[in-house]
């Protein structure tokens, strides 16, 4: 029988824990899409988002997962038959690949391989080899490994090409500064379950003016992701959704959003950078190989080598079922080989402590000799000598 004091703690890049104001908004009774309460909190959402992407352009919402972002830049993106370049670095970046593939583009796809980065030499060296690719698809923070990717260098090398980048922040967006417009991203993706601290189940695409032509020159078959369709009901006055939307979500959105304006966009990415660089010391203090380079901006989640000579796979189990917290393990190939701690969006310092202390333990119980406290005391420090408040948002 579980037991009932055992505190729970999500500890993943996706669900990640709601404010409680996000929780008890949706215990709300149901409002009607159309009627005016809910209408001003659409066009509130819409605006606010604006302003977390750091984009004049609309962000477009959709009722999916982060996956239908994904799927929404291919459909409007992609022509049945013509080059596509996608370049990954892992899980979610080869998603890009299987999208494309799927929309009948002639997809050419380069694997930087898992937790390296996509260096902006690389992809302008793929674009050279592959001049008619006009469109490349890449991540911003690769969940599957914790590597994030320089999007303002990458974007200026596709430019310079003569080609659009889209990006995947759906684990990013929120955590780590991607300000579309000054970086030239013409298209940023994301979800609602990561560092927006929402439920699963919103999905964003926000593509700018050059990606707008592109989608409306042609191309594949779409109905429910059509861009135009979805951007001529949010330019209405007031702004409309032509299917159906989300509505108990886009409410619990609205009081997330409200959550970062008030903390502040600029504390929200100091928040993320104490808690990754807390995160790095206390594995790195632990003797524990970070996967993938260091990177002061990798603030979404960290992925750390375990052990040789323990059972690698066992280690979420028993961090979930002895201490009642949930991090993830490695994927694909990296099963049993890493585990993940994230630390995006409704998380704080003592999160972090806690977690690290769980860590510790179970490493010790599967056999790996560690001096308890080692990897929490490093956390600690960062903390402390970071002197601000380091609590997660009211």
């Not at 996706?14 to 409680?20: D, I, N, S, V, Y």
């Not at 260098?153 to 995947?168: F, I, P, Q, S, W």
């Not at 922040?169 to 601290?197: C, F, H, N, R, T």
């Not at 009901?233 to 032509?242: L, Y």
Request: with cysteine; glycine share 10%; hydrophobic share 45%.
């Amino acid at each position: 029988m579980p037991d009932p004091y055992l505190k729970q703690y999500l500890m993943t890049a996706g669900p990640t824990p709601l404010p409680p104001a996000v929780s008890q908004v949706m215990a709300e009774p149901m409002l009607y899409h159309r009627a005016p309460a809910f209408i001003d909190v659409h066009a509130r959402v819409l605006e606010s988002l604006k302003r977390v992407f750091q984009t004049s352009g609309e962000v477009l919402l959709f009722a999916a997962s982060g996956t239908g972002a994904m799927e929404s830049a291919v459909a409007n993106l992609v022509r049945p038959g013509e080059p596509v370049l996608v370049a990954s670095c892992g899980k979610f970046g080869e998603r890009w690949a299987e999208l494309c593939d799927a929309y009948g583009g002639a997809t050419v796809h380069y694997e930087a391989g898992w937790g390296n980065r996509v260096e902006p030499a690389d992809l302008d060296r793929e674009l050279t080899e592959h001049e008619t690719a006009k469109v490349v698809f890449t991540s911003f923070s690769e969940t599957s490994t914790g590597v994030v990717h320089d999007v303002k260098a990458l974007a200026e090398v596709a430019h310079r090409h003569g080609a659009l980048l889209a990006v995947d922040a759906v684990s990013g967006i929120g955590a780590v500064p991607l300000p579309q417009d000054e970086w030239g991203a013409d298209v940023v993706v994301a979800g609602s379950q990561k560092a927006l601290m929402s439920p699963p189940g919103l999905a964003f695409a926000s593509p700018n003016r050059a990606a707008l032509e592109h989608a409306g020159a042609g191309g594949g078959a779409r109905y429910y992701f059509d861009w135009r369709r979805t951007l001529d009901g949010q330019r209405k006055d007031p702004p409309d959704s032509p299917f159906t939307p989300a509505v108990g979500l886009v409410m619990a959105l609205d009081v997330a959003l409200r959550l970062i304006e008030e903390e502040g966009l600029d504390a929200v990415y100091e928040r993320h950078r104490l808690l990754g660089r807390a995160t790095r010391e206390a594995a790195k203090a632990l003797e524990l190989e970070l996967f993938g380079p260091e990177d002061e901006n990798a603030n979404v989640v960290t992925a750390i080598k375990l052990p040789e000579a323990i059972d690698g796979g066992k280690v979420p189990k028993l961090m979930r079922d002895r201490y009642g917290i949930t991090i993830a393990g490695g994927q694909g190939k990296l099963k049993g080989k890493i585990a993940r701690i994230a630390h995006c969006g409704y998380f704080g310092a003592f999160d972090i402590v806690v977690t690290i202390s769980a860590f510790e333990m179970t490493l010790r119980e599967l056999g790996h000799e560690v001096e308890l406290g080692t990897g929490v005391a490093a956390a600690q420090r960062v903390f402390l000598e970071a002197g601000v408040q380091v609590a997660s948002p009211a």
